[in-house]
């Protein structure tokens, strides 16, 4: 196919046209070239498509911490394939993904969105999500480029980044997917480097473009981009979203008065209808796409799988764990996560999966009706009043709700400005999204004036109900037939648009019930047609059930862990401080979590605790219980994997893909000062530095021992083979990442003490060696030389050390590499 004539067949306009998004989530079609409409879509741990709501749901993988945790490519290539089927049965071309920002620093707002610390594992792991996804024809969108690490002020900061430190960390996993990857298109950040914001930035051209030989498209991030002729000179091709942006008739006229080339124009045009002939978006595109069958039993397997291979046991005193059925009478499952838990994190990575499995029904499966299983929430954590959900929230007749199969448990309706109904729609839930519209075909935006909520609220227990609800403008709340609150919700100044969509502004109003009782009740929300409203309408109808305080709370899950054979906790963060569009300010666990941990610790020496966190948070009390499991956001599949996990099913398979803190502090600011964000630690991040971790990168233990035998070293030109026997010393199967480390001690140039050069995973059988051989290639102990603008390898010998982590007590010397 000849791309070049394609271009050359268009008009200026038309040219022009196609590089501002048709909306919020499409490219126009031009049918002058055959080109269809081309879908693309967030996100990093499912495929939400153009809805973003329950109404079209979608299969939530464990986010990516979580598949970084695995170090496994194999299995986060089958992932991205089934993102690939995902993207395909949704009408999905291009995936918004993957997130390749490093771990900077553990505050990071999108931590969870993002694979690990080190830059080698990120690319590596990268490089395997990318392969997944484009070798099912969608394509792959790496994203940010470049040093979006942190959320606070994400859109205007300006990041000051040495260029070595730029070099070798943040820019070389893209330049991986880049060149390995064969990635088909790149997201340009919000944020600016060294100076120039990242739609303007020379390394856009410099870098991305003429020095690595990327020929896909650079497409800007949502709304990010704000000028015309210095984007489009910046080699950025496609401006996103649409129909509205800085380009269009503004860019025709630049074009015309020569500030911008035409030939600048065309070569955008030419990597979009590139793109489009991957995808399969053009009539003449002899593109074969790939794509696998997948039945939801197929699904739930894959996922369930992957997120038990990325659990990270860090802790198990006289082993614990796994669990025995034998004699087990009674287990007591507590805590805020455990019964709601969270699978994947807030903003742009959200979607609405069909099912989520929680930790308490996991493991009320698997112990089955011989074992009693309690529970307590031990503490409330959050501080938002949560999304209303069945059983409390049924049809306004009473049906639904999970009390008649159907799922439905709100009706909504759609009134034009006299009071007409335009349409009437069930709902499976308590929170709406109609992002770009995506309301029912019956709903013409311009007449649509107001949008009801009606629902049945049903008291499980005699207390206090708050009801109320989140969004923006005007909410009407109408409770058995009054009218409780008539207000107007505002965001606070300098909100982020993510928060706003994710963690609209609230109001509530307090409702006492009967245990039985059920209550109708409408909201009513009045569009509002404003400049500079969100470009979509969130609305949600929010309940809080009945609890006790926290000091009531604590004491009964006290009670239930004494008289429980083994007490798992369950503790996590939340939306309110794990999310896109804010960073966090403490790594503490939410609420008085800690406190509840020490207390049924205190009361049962069996006590498990399982981290259900994106990110790394503070554990002041891992050496008072007897284990610690990390979790992560493991997607729909959480209870089950668990439940497998804990009862030895399959082995804890993660290790950790960023260090785990020891105390708050001590790591890289996120705060940008002036609107300027330093990264004056350079490339002393995570365990390059010298901060004292509680976990080190790469710790895990799994369920069986290991004994590292003598390495040997082959050294062939730019690449150099590292084998070492393994044995498994256990009782039973397992899986060990070998992990290859360099240093150089006596370097003329500032180093940090040891970094990763290479890993390799090895399964063995109990009392089986295995020869297990890892390469590490020349790159792994380059450095860019700023003079010479290039890569070079320091003369001398450098020191490699095989091991189970980053940790020195893990590690032992191999010979070295010489250069």
């Known amino acids: 196919m000849n791309l070049e004539s394609l271009v050359a067949a268009l008009s200026l306009q038309q040219k022009v046209r196609l590089l501002t998004g048709a909306d919020f989530w499409s490219l126009h079609p031009e049918p002058a070239v055959g080109l269809r409409r081309l879908v693309v879509s967030d996100g990093p741990a499912g495929v939400r498509g153009e809805i973003w709501d329950e109404r079209d749901t979608s299969v939530n993988v464990p986010s990516p911490t979580a598949l970084a945790a695995t170090w496994d490519e194999a299995r986060v290539e089958a992932i991205g394939r089934l993102l690939a089927a995902e993207a395909r049965r949704k009408g999905v071309d291009v995936l918004l993904a993957p997130t390749v920002n490093l771990h900077r620093s553990p505050y990071g707002g999108r931590h969870f969105e993002c694979f690990s610390e080190d830059p080698l594992l990120t690319a590596r792991i990268g490089v395997a999500y990318v392969r997944g996804v484009q070798g099912g024809g969608v394509g792959a969108t790496v994203k940010h480029f470049v040093a979006n690490d942190s959320e606070t002020q994400r859109m205007t900061l300006d990041a000051r980044v040495d260029e070595r430190t730029l070099r070798e960390l943040y820019l070389a996993p893209f330049e991986a997917i880049v060149r390995e990857g064969e990635v088909w298109a790149v997201m340009a950040a919000y944020n600016g480097v060294n100076g120039a914001t990242m739609t303007e930035n020379p390394l856009l051209r410099d870098v991305l473009r003429d020095e690595w030989g990327f020929d896909g498209v650079v ?88 997120a038990a291979a990325g659990f990270v046991l860090v802790r198990n005193e006289g082993g614990v764990l796994p669990l025995g059925h034998s004699g087990l009478r009674r287990v007591a499952v507590l805590g805020p996560n455990a019964e709601v838990a969270r699978t994947l994190g807030g903003g742009s990575a959200t979607v609405f999966p069909p099912y989520t499995v929680s930790p308490l029904d996991g493991l009320r499966a698997a112990v089955g009706d011989g074992v009693e299983v309690t529970h307590a929430i031990g503490v409330v954590a959050h501080t938002r009043t949560p999304i209303a959900r069945p059983p409390w929230l049924a049809l306004p007749d009473g049906s639904g709700g999970g009390t008649d199969g159907s799922g439905h448990c709100a009706e909504v309706r759609y009134l034009d400005g006299d009071g007409s109904v335009l349409a009437v729609e069930p709902r499976d839930g308590g929170a709406f999204n109609w992002v770009m519209g995506s309301f029912p075909e019956a709903v013409a935006r311009e007449r649509l004036a107001t949008i009801e909520v009606r629902a049945l609220i049903r008291a499980t227990e005699a207390g206090t109900y708050l009801i109320g609800s989140s969004g923006l403008g005007r909410h009407r709340l109408i409770v058995a037939g009054q009218e409780v609150y008539d207000v107007v919700l505002t965001l606070p100044p300098g909100a982020d648009i993510v928060e706003a969509m994710l963690t609209p502004p609230q109001r509530t109003h307090p409702v006492r019930l009967a245990a039985g009782e059920s209550i109708e009740v409408t909201l009513v929300h009045d569009l509002v047609r404003a400049e500079g409203m969100l470009p979509g309408l969130t609305l949600q109808l929010n309940l809080e059930t009945p609890h006790g305080t926290d000091d009531e709370e604590i004491e009964r899950a006290v009670a239930l862990a004494r008289d429980a054979d083994v007490a798992v906790v369950v503790v996590g963060t939340n939306e309110e401080v794990e999310s896109e569009g804010f960073d966090r300010t403490s790594l503490a666990l939410p609420g008085r979590q800690d406190e509840l941990v020490r207390r049924v610790a205190a009361a049962n020496p069996r006590t498990i605790v399982v981290v259900n966190s994106g990110a790394p948070v503070l554990l ?18 959480y209870g089950n994997a668990l439940a497998d996990v804990l009862f030895g099913r399959v082995e804890p398979g993660g290790r950790l893909p960023t260090s785990w803190p020891l105390r708050e502090g001590d790591h890289a600011a996120t705060q940008p000062v002036d609107g300027v964000l330093t990264y004056d630690e350079g490339p002393a991040i995570g365990y390059r530095g010298q901060v004292e971790a509680l976990y080190p990168f790469g710790h895990g233990l799994g369920y069986t021992t290991w004994e590292y035998g003598p390495a040997k070293v082959r050294q062939d030109g730019a690449t150099a083979e590292v084998t070492v026997l393994v044995r498994n010393t256990g009782d039973r199967p397992g899986r060990e990442v070998v992990q290859v480390y360099a240093s150089r001690p006596d370097s003329a140039i500032e180093r940090s003490p040891r970094w990763l050069a290479g890993f390799a995973t090895v399964d063995a059988a109990s009392g089986e060696e295995v020869a297990v051989t890892v390469t590490v290639r020349r790159r792994a102990v380059e450095h860019w030389d700023v003079a010479a603008g290039r890569w070079a390898v320091e003369p001398g010998t450098f020191r490699l050390e095989v091991g189970s982590s980053s940790a020195a007590k893990t590690l032992s010397e191999a010979p070295g590499l010489t250069f």
Not at 225 to 252: F, H, Q, R
Not at 620 to 637: C, I, K, R, S
């Open 219 to 306: 497409m800007s991030d949502w709304f990010a981009t704000g000028s015309t002729e210095a984007a489009a000179n910046a080699a950025l091709d496609l401006v996103m979203p649409g129909p509205s942006g800085p380009w269009g008739e503004a860019l025709v006229a630049s074009v015309r008065a020569g500030a911008v080339p035409e030939a600048a124009v065309d070569e955008k045009v030419l990597r979009i209808l590139r793109l489009a002939a991957r995808v399969g978006a053009l009539d003449t595109a002899d593109t074969a796409l790939g794509g696998e069958a997948y039945t939801e039993q197929r699904v739930a397997a894959e996922v369930r799988a992957a």
């Open 620 to 637: 002041p009390w891992h050496d008072e219980v007897a284990a610690v499991l990390l979790t992560w956001f493991p997607g729909q599949e």
